[in-house]
């Protein structure tokens, strides 16, 4: 099960993640600071499971991906890396596959995703940070792809989100060259979404993710599977999925509420489960 414990900071225990359902958000969070949130075989295992508990649970309205320490995420752990030369390919496999299945299962959820970056970012990290749909920045934040200083390529969606933010041209750039980026930069190449101290980006990104708790969950839901799956299919198929869409969320309980609150002028308060 989830924790539900409601104290807003997180234990510090040895757990690489933490996890825990607050008011409707999962809060799923790296917890390895003295190795800079670097992924290894327990860490991605335990993100899996977080991810798979927060999708499971069905009063979780939104994810917040976060992290504690100085660094959000330096991507794969290194020293485990090296300590396994001769079977690198095998450990790589067994950190790739968890983790993508977990990412899928998150982004298949069709729940609203914000994340927190509240240092410097790479690899793998790049992924976890923007497979959210809001990303918050620490003025803190650093982002180096890395990978092919090292001789390996982009893992953990990392490639897809960066080309999805930046265009295509930018990020092979960006992997290319391993081009480090500060914040600033990062939100001008529309990497990030906004920039707050580091003091006040825990904040802003809970108040946000509440926020989008409050709002209809199918709701969020159908308009994400709509809004990313434009493109992928024809415009007669697409507006058909708008049409079904539009039907259904008319027939719950969430429309009457809000065709209401809009004509009594106040704020609509829609049902959580």
């Known amino acids: 099960m989830m924790d539900t ?18 008011n409707g958000v999962a809060h799923i969070t790296l917890n390895r ?51 396994e030369l001769d079977n690198l390919a095998e450990l790589l496999d067994a950190i790739i596959t ?3 299945k977990a990412l899928v299962r998150l982004n298949a959820s069709g729940l609203p995703v914000v994340s927190a970056i509240n240092g410097p970012v790479g690899g793998g990290g790049i992924g976890i940070a923007l497979c959210a749909d809001f990303v918050l920045a620490a003025e803190t934040m650093k982002l180096r792809c890395g990978y092919s200083a090292i001789g390996l390529t982009p893992d953990a969606g990392s490639s897809w989100f960066l080309a ?3 265009g295509s041209v930018r990020a092979k750039q960006l992997f290319f060259l391993n081009t ?52 992928t299919h024809s415009f007669e198929k697409h507006l058909d999925s708008e049409r079904r869409y539009m039907v259904a969320s008319g027939g719950e309980a969430a429309a009457q509420e809000g065709i209401k ?5 106040r704020k609509a308060v829609f049902h959580k489960p």
């Open 98 to 100: 968890p983790l993508h």
């Open 164 to 166: 999805r933010r930046t």
């Open 261 to 265: 609150a809009f004509i009594e002028k």
């Open 180 to 231: 480090p980026l500060d914040a600033q930069a990062c939100l001008q190449q529309g990497i990030v979404d906004a920039i707050y101290p580091a003091a006040q980006l825990l904040s802003e990104a809970t108040t946000l993710a509440n926020l989008l708790a409050d709002a209809p969950k199918h709701v969020m839901e159908r308009t994400k599977f709509l809004v990313e799956s434009a493109g």
């Open 33 to 83: 600071p003295d190795h800079a949130n670097a992924l290894d075989v327990a860490t991605i295992n335990a993100f899996a499971a977080a991810i798979n508990q927060a999708c499971d649970d069905t009063s979780t309205r939104v994810v917040l991906l976060r992290a504690i320490g100085k660094t959000f995420c330096a991507g794969g752990d290194i020293r485990t890396f090296e300590a």
């Open 5 to 22: 414990n409601t104290d807003a900071t997180p234990d510090p225990v040895n757990d690489p993640v933490l996890c825990k359902l607050e």
